[in-house]
């Protein structure tokens, strides 16, 4: 579905059309002018084509002991051949070069990047990036650096939400590849953790088909590399994107090996990717069922106290139970307060205490992988506060206070998942306890050895006060529960 084939009341909101602000002048392909964009400077190597003060770069202002000494156990990695893929015909299109450049410099100009571990980017190769695509994905990918304007400028037309120029296909692998290099240097223990700050993004981009921004997916394919390589069992993915990651979801609906969770704005199936496949509803499928955990927003200026009252609720619960070796959050800044797209009022101070408290479920091992975000600043301040929570910064206490209409999507996303995590008991109404006891208990009855006598082993009897399970074994021995009141059980070998 190619957003430019339908009206603008049909199509999904949240993700601008193909040409920007333009997108609804008539562009002449016959006589088409490409704009030249500014050869982008070496972030990590040039600090003079930043063009920051050189006082600035040699302050030593707001650098904490603690992001002091943290000895480089945080990895970055970037590569400005990121930057090549741009829009042929506007330089106001939303997903656009600066938005990896703007926070480069933000986090050399604070000297972040001084305390952190820089890691040696590289393309994603074949084998790696058909583990999530067909090859025929790649091999469309492959054929843009050989397109004229006319046949570039058809792709994006023909597809939803993307836009193509002759360097895409090398960037993508150098976005996918770079989350390589870093995921390989966190699960070799060259590092701790670390942030990788690269476009084009990569969540909307499913199997075999580019979209939403995307052509491939970066932390799908992050994942696979882990699972393969390392031996890596759970593997869980976050995404804070204030859209729905409908490719990582599609990667991994049959996998209990990753646990998805999302955050985003699903405005009753009306908000960017669109559709059903954003409801809570969708848990996941065969033996990834129970796996995947949608949490949808309905409207706009969900805040900081939203965010943490699903934390609370449902993701750390789920997350500590799940007990992952490693966490991936897809960080997609335009759920942040100023987004043109997301309208939502999340701060960088949020950002921050999200990326702690997830630190917390897997000993530290937290990959950062940049997805959207649209506001300059707003992705600037919420990549570098998320790394300063990586390295060990505290965080803030934010109260876990929801909107009426947050409580209400946070209780229906936990009226579908809260059968399949012993942590969400409390979520779950009586008839579903009396289900699940009645459940346990005939499968006990079922499964308890019997006696040397041949008679079989007394089932649990249920006293008017006290649920009384009346025989279990211990040390090889069976045991036999006897209630002597309602407050003295005893104990005896059978």
Not at 38 to 45: A, C, G, K, L, R
Not at 302 to 312: I, L
Not at 379 to 408: D, F, H, R
Request: some cysteine; aromatic content about 8%; overall charge negative.
């Amino acid at each position: 579905m190619g957003v430019t084939e339908s009206n603008e009341d049909d199509r999904p909101d949240g993700h601008d059309t193909q040409n920007g602000d333009h997108a609804n002048e008539p562009i002449d392909i016959e006589n088409i002018d490409v704009i030249e964009h500014e050869t982008v400077p070496s972030v990590i190597d040039d600090l003079e084509k930043l063009n920051i003060p050189k006082d600035a770069a040699d302050s030593d202002e707001e650098i904490s002991p603690v992001l002091k000494t943290s000895g480089r156990q945080t990895g970055i990695v970037y590569d400005d051949i990121m930057t090549s893929h741009h829009h042929l015909f506007t330089q106001s299109h939303p997903e656009r070069p600066n938005r990896v450049i703007r926070t480069m410099e933000l986090l050399k100009q604070s000297r972040l990047l001084s305390c952190l571990h820089t890691v040696t980017p590289r393309d994603v190769t074949f084998q790696e990036a058909t583990a999530c695509h067909t090859p025929d994905h790649w091999n469309f990918l492959a054929s843009l650096p050989d397109m004229k304007n006319r046949e570039l400028y058809a792709v994006g037309e023909s597809h939803d939400s993307i836009y193509v120029n002759n360097s895409t296909f090398s960037a993508a692998k150098r976005a996918a590849g770079s989350l390589l290099a870093l995921t390989e240097d966190v699960l070799s223990g060259k590092v701790r953790n670390g942030a990788a700050v690269i476009r084009p993004p990569g969540h909307h981009c499913e199997a075999d088909y580019p979209m939403g921004f995307c052509f491939l997916g970066n932390v799908p394919i992050a994942c696979h590399y882990a699972m393969t390589n390392y031996n890596v069992k759970r593997i869980l993915v976050f995404d804070w994107d204030i859209h729905h990651g409908n490719g990582t979801q599609q990667m991994f609906y049959n996998d209990n090996r990753v646990l998805y969770i999302s955050i985003h704005r699903y405005d009753n199936g009306g908000f960017y990717p669109g559709g059903s496949r954003m409801s809570s509803e969708m848990v996941g499928k065969g033996v990834g069922e129970g796996y995947n955990l949608n949490i949808g927003w309905n409207g706009t200026h969900k805040t900081d106290g939203d965010y943490m009252a699903a934390f609370h609720a449902l993701i750390l619960p789920i997350a500590h139970e799940f007990q992952p070796e490693l966490v991936f959050i897809s960080a997609g800044f335009d759920s942040g307060l100023g987004d043109p797209l997301g309208r939502c009022d999340v701060t960088s101070e949020c950002y921050g205490l999200m990326t702690s408290l997830l630190r917390n479920t897997c000993n530290g091992r937290v990959i950062i992988a940049l997805e959207g975000g649209y506001n300059l600043s707003t992705v600037a301040n919420g990549m570098k506060t998320s790394i300063e929570a990586l390295m060990g910064e505290s965080q803030n206490s934010i109260a876990p206070i929801p909107s009426i209409s947050a409580e209400q999507s946070i209780q229906l996303a936990a009226k579908h998942i809260c059968k399949y995590w012993q942590s969400l008991w409390y979520h779950r109404d009586a008839s579903d306890v009396t289900d699940r006891r009645a459940e346990e208990e005939e499968e006990e009855e079922e499964s308890f050895p019997v006696r040397e006598d041949g008679v079989a082993a007394p089932t649990a009897a249920i006293d008017s006060t006290f649920e009384v399970i009346s025989n279990f074994r211990f040390r090889g021995e069976v045991l036999k529960v006897e209630m002597v009141s309602n407050i003295s059980p005893r104990i005896r070998v059978i």
